[in-house]
């Protein structure tokens, strides 16, 4: 269980490096998701069933499609300012 818990360690230190240095906005979303899915596995190697399920439920789902929003929102917002609309 030992080279588990250190496995599951060192990709959370990984995921955690590579959504700080990503400089693509998409890649550091799904980065983080892949943090939060490996992060309610650790939850679960602790045997606290309750924050594994917050963890997966906010982390990996709510979390992603709301970055995922904001992200579209920028992209149109940014769209609409190089054309020279007034949209909002």
Sequence with gaps: MAYLELLLLGFLIICAMSATLVRSPMVTIITLMVYSVVMSVVWMTLEAGDLAIT??????????????????????????????????
């Design 55 to 88: 963890e997966a439920a906010v982390g990996a789902g709510v979390d992603t499609i709301l970055f995922y929003v904001v992200l579209k929102k920028i992209k149109e917002l940014h769209r609409a300012h190089t054309k020279g609309e007034d949209k909002v």
